[in-house]
Nanobody, 126 residues
Framework: VQLQASGGGLVQTGGSLRLSCLDS?????????IGWFRQAPGQEREGVGC????????YYEDLVKGRFTISRDAAKNTVYLQMNGLKPEDTAGYYC???????????????????WGQGTLVTVSS
């Protein structure tokens, strides 16, 4: 597995979790960015945010702005998704993925991510 997402779990409304995306095969050396996505049961996968691994630029989708934070520890080949103020509607499988596409603003489209990790489940109870 090239990208390994972990850190999911059960949390109450208002709680926090930190997800990790470990790049175990140095995919980021040949890609421009890492994105975080989520997919709730019966719904389409949607973007959460992304980071350009070369210049550190980070973008967030409106639904998580102000609550979620993306960061990267290059020494650990890991990208994090810190989630605060969690709501029941944040319940989903969360995925990280890598892309070689560069954008001047915002995150690449979902279809432009070509390396996907397995998901980690986040459940927020009310």
């Amino acid at each position: 597995v090239q990208l390994q997402a972990s850190g999911g779990g059960l949390v109450q409304t208002g709680g926090s979790l930190r997800l990790s995306c470990l790049d175990s095969e140095f995919i980021m050396n040949t890609r421009r960015g890492i994105g975080w996505f989520r997919q709730a049961p019966g719904q389409e996968r949607e973007g959460v945010g992304c980071i350009n691994v070369h210049d550190g630029t980070i973008y967030y989708e409106d639904l998580v702005k102000g609550r979620f934070t993306i960061s990267r520890d290059a020494a650990k080949n890991t990208v994090y998704l810190q989630m605060n103020g969690l709501k029941p509607e944040d319940t989903a499988g969360y995925y990280c993925a890598a892309t070689a596409v560069y954008t001047t603003y915002g995150c690449p489209l979902i279809r432009e991510y070509d390396v996907w990790g397995q998901g980690t489940l986040v459940t927020v109870s009310s």
